[in-house]
């Protein structure tokens, strides 16, 4: 089952403890980011102590209620440009609540390789995002069977990954 528009709305928002996600591509093509990247890469920063938006918000709100929301995004050094851009809003998002850490591979094997992106709710549901190569969404695919391994795969990206302040901290900029 595909899951877009209010389904999708509904499965982000519905859950009751935990919303985790994979990260893996060095670039995401969103349409509705194209502003803000052309921004990013002209010298233009927001402040991260300062930055509110909608989605801030939300991350506050579930923190609030008692749950939470994090990721783990794979990368290899240098970081693309998108990945920059992603990190300043990660440094807004993870204030707010979001529990970010990254796992550099770089030099190294990585311990999810062939893993696609997804989603894990609750620990009970998995939705695979599905990317073109060139990082534009395909679709969201709710998946129909045993989560295990999905928990298995949160459980290795968790225990190799550092929380993303300690990475920037570490001299892993761009």
């Known amino acids: ?30 349409p509705s980011e194209e502003d803000e990247i052309r921004d990013f890469l002209a010298g233009r920063r927001i402040d991260p102590q300062n930055h509110s938006s909608g989605y801030t918000e939300g991350l506050r709100k579930i923190r609030a209620e008692g749950k939470s929301k994090g990721r783990v995004h794979i990368v290899t050094r240098p970081l693309t440009e998108y990945l920059r851009f992603e990190f300043m809003y990660y440094e807004a998002h993870s204030l707010a609540g979001d529990d970010i850490r990254i796992l550099d591979v770089t030099g190294r094997p990585n311990p999810l390789e062939g893993v696609q992106d997804f989603w894990l709710f609750d620990k009970t549901e998995v939705v695979l995002m599905n990317y073109e190569a060139d990082g534009t969404q395909i679709n969201r695919e709710l998946y129909e069977g045993d989560p295990g391994p999905y928990v298995e795969y949160q459980r290795i990206a968790l ?4 929380p993303f302040q300690e990475y920037v901290n570490g001299g892993h900029r761009a």
């Open 1 to 30: 089952m595909f899951l877009d528009g209010e389904n999708w709305t509904a499965k982000v928002q519905g859950f009751k403890r935990e919303a985790w996600r994979l990260e893996t591509l060095p670039w995401y093509r969103v």
């Open 159 to 162: 225990a190799e990954s550092v």
